[in-house]
């Protein structure tokens, strides 16, 4: 499984972007696709999740209302738009894919995530 992440980029406070991440080799009925983020000096952290078959949702607690996570299946690409951005979601943003994701699903636990892309650098100017 290859993950291929794009869409980051220097944006102002308030302002949008949408990440997508294409996913290509082998796919899997039964797994899921996180977007995780890393700022600076900080553990990466899961933002968001999606489970592949069902469409469960995980959202983190900061970027309830202004994220939204969403899949397209025929395209094998999630993606994240993200409104309203701040200061505080500067980070690189990395999508994962968890291939075993049977129950639970979309789990939040990053050592579930067997795949990873290279991160995509989100900048928010204030």
């Known amino acids: 499984v290859q993950l291929q992440a794009s869409g980051g980029g220097l944006v102002q406070a308030g302002g949008s972007l949408k990440l997508s991440c294409v996913a290509s080799?082998?796919?899997?009925?039964?797994?899921?696709m996180g977007w995780f983020r890393q700022a600076p000096g900080k553990e990466r952290v899961l933002v968001s999740a999606?489970?592949?078959?069902?469409?469960?949702?995980f959202v983190e607690d900061s970027v309830k209302g202004r994220f939204t996570i969403s899949r397209d299946n025929a395209k094998n690409t999630v993606y994240l738009q993200m409104n309203n951005l701040n200061s505080e979601d500067t980070a690189v943003y990395y999508c994962?894919?968890?291939?075993?994701?049977?129950?639970?699903?979309?789990?939040?636990?990053?050592?579930?995530?067997?795949?990873w892309g290279q991160g995509t650098l989100v900048t928010v100017s204030s």
């Open positions: 994962a894919a968890d291939v075993v994701c049977v129950t639970n699903c979309p789990r939040r636990d990053p050592s579930s995530y067997a795949y």
């Open positions: 999606i489970a592949w078959s069902s469409g469960s949702t």
């Open positions: 080799g082998s796919t899997f009925s039964s797994w899921a």
